[in-house]
């Protein structure tokens, strides 16, 4: 058993005990980083996980081996984790989900021809159906997450999320797919094709979305592919509402836990004390929160940097030099101070609904795999 399994915090425990961990937060606060370094503590522990990362940044991508536009599944050895330094005792699985471009690609599938494919995707039609079709993409990112979960064989799957914006999509999806699939009128606009007959009159009234959309779409040929790609994206996915319910179902079960995100703004605390009470409404369970970027991670770190600054000065023999270091480790020291009591205002707002964690700026962009096994050390150690 590999050391960091014996003294396990509260986050070990908890790769130890869920499925699945969702990672949420505002744009840009280091959900895709820490889903990596998450996945990294979890290989640490033992743990056969698989990492589903949203749109990582070049260098973390390189990093965990994925290509652009790639969904398969790569794995990082056992070999390649501890050349980096890292303890592993099993690999570790990433993939990509990428949320963006999932719809177009089953409609490069369905299309006959290239050309429709463009024409469905150019139309103004498209673009509508596609907003009447909002959350699909999260849904498909969903039915992604409960195939690896019930078909993958992990011990437990880390999910990234987009930015909050659109995590609140991806909470909304499944709800809205079967709102969608429920709704008369889509059943209505696609009654003609599933059921191969003749056309619903409903459809050709002036007001229909069917009509309105035709009015601006410029190949009927294009139309009539954009329709019946509808008609079998809801037939291939058999079982498509009780699944969206099963994916629901999983969200909210003891085998799974969100993580929320934030950084040591107030919007990005905002944003994460709004998802997790959303969350919570939807009876998901919120773990953790984890303070990401602190200034100090440790509140006697402020401290520590003024004193480390005053001892480098006095060894300096100009005055302005010893001046501005001392300006600038006054400076640190502030911000330190005040990322502290940031934290620490953040720890009362959320009143003990979950634990929190948390971790310091990284000097070194934590884009490799040694910086995010650093970053999973201290996600695993126990909390203060
Ligand atoms: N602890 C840290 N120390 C230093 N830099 C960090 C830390 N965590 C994340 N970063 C950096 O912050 C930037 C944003 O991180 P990341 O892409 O993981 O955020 P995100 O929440 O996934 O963003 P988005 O919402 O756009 O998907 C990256 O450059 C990343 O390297
Ligand atoms: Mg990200």
Avoid at 235 to 240: L, N, P, Q, R, V
Wanted: hydrophobic fraction near 45%.
């Amino acid at each position: 058993m590999p050391a960091d399994a014996a003294r396990t915090g509260r986050l070990g425990q908890l790769l130890q005990a869920r499925q699945i961990i969702v990672v949420v937060g505002a744009g840009g606060v280091g959900k895709t980083t820490l889903s990596a370094a998450l996945g990294v503590a979890a290989a640490r522990q033992g743990r056969r996980a698989l990492v589903l990362t949203v749109d990582p940044a070049r260098r973390l991508a390189n990093a965990l081996g994925l290509r652009a536009l790639d969904e398969d599944v790569q794995t990082l050895s056992i070999e390649q984790l501890r050349n980096a330094g890292c303890d592993a005792a099993t690999p570790l699985d990433v993939a990509m989900l990428d949320v963006k471009r999932t719809f177009d690609r089953a409609v490069r599938r369905y299309a006959s021809s290239a050309e429709r494919a463009e024409a469905i995707m150019a139309s103004p039609f498209y673009q509508t159906a596609s907003t009447a079709l909002a959350g699909s993409q999260e849904y498909m990112a969903m039915m992604r997450l409960y195939e690896v979960v019930t078909d993958g064989g992990y011990d437990v799957v880390i999910l990234d999320t987009p930015p909050s914006a659109h995590a609140l999509d991806f909470l909304d999806a499944p709800r809205r797919m079967i709102e969608l699939f429920d709704s008369r009128s889509f059943r209505l606009l696609l009654r003609p094709f599933s059921a191969g007959g003749h056309v619903a009159s409903g459809l050709f009234a002036p007001s229909s979305l069917m009509m309105r959309g035709l009015g601006r779409f410029t190949s009927v040929e294009a139309f009539h592919d954009l329709l019946g790609f509808f008609a079998s994206f809801s037939e291939t996915f058999d079982g498509f509402v009780d699944r969206a319910r099963d994916v629901m179902a999983l969200l909210r079960g003891a085998e799974t836990s969100f993580l929320v995100i934030s950084a040591t703004d107030e919007t990005s605390r905002d944003e994460g004390l709004f998802l997790a009470s959303r969350l919570r409404d939807e009876q998901m369970e919120v773990a953790g929160w984890i303070v990401n970027r602190c200034s100090a991670a440790d509140p006697a770190c402020g401290a520590d940097s003024a004193a480390i600054a005053a001892t480098i000065a006095a060894d300096v023999p100009e005055q302005s030099a010893r001046t501005a270091i001392a300006t600038a480790a006054a400076t640190m020291a502030q911000l330190a101070l005040a990322d502290r009591d940031f934290a620490t205002a953040l720890e009362t707002a959320i009143g003990g609904r979950c634990w929190t964690r948390r971790l310091p700026r990284r000097s070194d962009e934590p884009a490799d795999l040694g910086e995010l096994d650093a970053l999973a050390s201290m996600l695993l150690e126990p909390t203060p």
